[in-house]
């Protein structure tokens, strides 16, 4: 595991210098990616979460630092056992339900479970810290803003950032090549008019109000599933959300079986875009 390690954080380094080309007025940087690399390689489930940008509460009050690497914070507090993402409770108790609904995808439970079961089984998963961090040791953290750490941008803002770096957020999926990835409010206005990225065809899109659609991303010669939602941090309406992600995925499983069991176990830190 150690060259998986040192693999990867050659690539990371790597990659990092080409944002800073890219971006290089840049107040301070929130760099991100993998927490676990070594623990996400083995995991048969791999999940990217792919958010607007960094809440930055703490670190951007302090004037010296010219970056921070939010997967190190993370993989820090887990292995201390301390709480994550402290002063967003939203977002935590969110990505703390998605996960547990990702994680029946590991035991083929999906298809099995009634909504009512599924509640008891998300009450049973985030209680305390434990399955919870076990899950997030398979994870990739990443932004399509890492610069300046602002609470809130425009999404004209963020498209730009999107636009200009698109090549550094197409080089972390195909590197990380995920089973699939949770895009937290990324679509309208940023992501969606840059049209290479997308395939023709939706995995899964509702009748009614699109609260969650799942597309594929289409990243070189790889198709990687993408659920389109709410960002974790959304409160309103958002209590049982969980249980419209758990339709979705189970759409899907509906309209192409096998379909999840053909994204576990891939591979990953083999070659980038």
Request: proline letters at 4%; a negative charge; charged letters at 20%.
């Amino acid at each position: 595991m150690e060259d998986v390690i040192n693999r990867y954080n050659l690539w990371n380094q790597q990659l990092k210098e080409k944002y800073y080309g890219l971006f290089p007025n840049a107040h301070y940087t929130i760099w991100d990616g993998v927490i676990f690399p070594e623990l996400y390689a083995k995991s048969p489930l791999k999940i990217m979460f792919l958010n607007r940008e960094p809440y930055d509460n703490e670190m951007a009050q302090y004037q010296e630092y010219d970056e921070y690497n939010l997967s190190v914070v993370l993989k820090n507090a887990i292995e201390n056992n301390n709480d994550i993402f402290v002063r967003q409770n939203a977002l935590r108790t969110h990505v703390k339900q998605y996960l547990g609904v990702l994680n029946t995808l590991l035991d083929s439970k999906l298809n099995s479970l009634s909504d009512e079961q599924m509640n008891v089984h998300i009450k049973n998963f985030i209680i305390g810290n434990e399955n919870f961090y076990e899950m997030m040791k398979s994870v990739a953290y990443c932004n399509i803003k890492k610069s300046d750490g602002k609470p809130r941008s425009s999404t004209y803002d963020l498209n730009n950032y999107a636009s200009k770096g698109i090549d550094i957020l197409k080089n972390q999926i195909s590197y990380f090549n995920p089973s699939l990835i949770l895009g937290g409010n990324v679509v309208d206005g940023i992501l969606e008019n840059i049209g290479d990225i997308w395939d023709q065809t939706a995995l899964y899109i509702p009748e009614g109000e699109r609260r969650i659609c799942i597309w594929q991303l289409k990243v070189g010669e790889k198709l990687i599933p993408f659920v389109d939602m709410h960002h974790p941090s959304a409160v309103k309406g958002m209590s049982d959300y969980y249980l419209e992600l758990f339709h979705a995925l189970k759409e899907v499983e509906r309209t192409h079986p096998g379909y999840w069991e053909t994204r576990l176990n891939m591979p990953c830190f083999i070659n980038a875009h």
